[in-house]
């Protein structure tokens, strides 16, 4: 059961945030192989000026800043956690995102840290 929460411009939250909740779901299923009903997401949309980031941080050319942090039980390979990262940004790209202002991490612990209604 990830846990999504998005940090993100205002004015990106109001245009698109149904499509981008859809974006990085499914790409939880297809990279992640979660069940298409295991949707947690909280969307917290940002004023100008309250999302600071370098433009330059790892040379990359960023105008804008998506901030995706995920939360997961330990369970993932390297390889999939990367996956999971490309099949995020490839599914935002459509969506007018470039994938050089999305942010992912993906932060992992126990079973035990999670209580899921039962």
């Not at 990830?2 to 499914?26: C, K, M, T, W, Y």
């Not at 941080?57 to 800043?65: E, T």
């Not at 369970?75 to 994938?99: C, H, N, S």
């Amino acid at each position: 059961m990830p846990l999504i929460q998005v940090d993100l411009p205002r004015d990106l939250f109001e245009a698109s945030h149904e499509a981008i909740g859809n974006a990085i779901h499914d790409a939880q299923i297809e990279a992640l192989g979660i069940p298409a009903n295991d949707r947690f997401q909280v969307f917290r949309p940002h004023e100008k000026g309250e999302l600071k980031f370098d433009p330059t941080y790892n040379d990359v050319d960023r105008r804008s800043l998506l901030l995706i942090h995920v939360t997961a039980v330990h369970m993932y390979p390297v390889a999939v956690k990367q996956a999971f990262f490309r099949t995020v940004v490839d599914k935002l790209e459509p969506l007018g995102i470039r994938r050089e202002d999305v942010l992912i991490c993906l932060a992992e612990n126990g079973f035990e840290d999670w209580w899921a209604g039962r």
